[in-house]
């Protein structure tokens, strides 16, 4: 059986994707921090037999056990997107986990004969928004923050190691995901939209694409052996593009409520948003981030397991169940 070395196993989509190698029959072996994660991701993973800790990548560890026998690497570990970041060098910082580290992993891999490398960017290496066309694969990349900056560099690098020693090189560019275990922005509006708070979100029919966490589990799964996937990029997602006002609806409807809306115009919304520092986030909000993912779909033959309706109810449920084992 095929043996899959993922770091950042402990993670929100190195769980879900452990959980997917499991039941694809590959032999997944989890990259973790440190040995008290373990723990909780074989309660989460039940299957999972195989370990390595393997500490901060960023610190150049020993990684020869942790690839002993290891066919493919999947590579999520990373130093994510920060909002209000206090480090004295931001760009640094990301560059010495999200470049140099990931760089130094491929180079070990290949050394010890690791056929292919699964690596997991993001769109914002495209950019921060679409109007018009959707991205794709073969745009000219616009990177606008440190953390999207690494990235890319580091698919370049990635790049570079390929053409010096034949390792197979799969990078994969989801946007936003979700999924039961979300974190950071879509919980906080998971949650306001249960507690039934009137959002002041105005009717910009803006689109959005997104990837349920299951979704994205499965193409990475799917990208771990299928020939067509080596040495190509890839920008998947669901399929199925929602406005804000759309996503908070559905989302609403998963947890048995009702959305609301304050009737707000967008330009006072935007006004209020500069004037207390948030423009960024409403730009996220209300501005439009499409992809094109025909380019997976035709060359992988992949489609999405899991509806965007179904990914919001599963959600959804672990969410209530959540709220309640906290009451």
Known sequence: MTRIFVTG??????????????RGGYVPRAGVQNRGLWSALQAAAPGLSEFAPIGDLGASPNLNDALENVAVVVHLAARVHIMHDDTADPLKEFRRVNVDATEA??????????????????????????????????????????????????????????????????????????GPGVRANFLRLMSLVARGIPLPIPNTKNR????GVENLADVLAVCTSHPGAA????????????????LVTRLARALGRSARFLPVPEFPVRLA??????EAAVNRLLGSLVINSDKVRQTLGWTPPVTLDGGLAATARWYLESSRQLA
């Open 9 to 22: 196993a402990d993670g929100f989509v190195g769980t879900a994707l452990c959980r997917r190698l499991l």
């Open 105 to 178: 992993l491929a180079r070990v891999a290949a050394e010890r004969g690791v056929r292919r490398m699964v690596f997991v960017s993001t769109v914002k290496v495209n950019g921060e928004s679409t109007s018009g066309m959707p991205f794709a694969e073969g745009d000219v990349p616009d990177p606008q923050d440190p953390y999207a900056v690494s990235k890319w560099e580091a698919e370049e690098a990635l790049r570079s190691v390929a053409a010096k020693t034949g390792i197979e090189i799969v990078i994969v560019r989801p946007p936003l995901v979700y």
């Open 208 to 211: 959005r694409s997104l990837i």
């Open 231 to 246: 040495n190509q990029t890839f920008m998947v997602s669901d399929g199925e593009d929602v406005s804000t006002r759309e």
């Open 273 to 278: 948003a500069r004037l207390v520092g948030k």
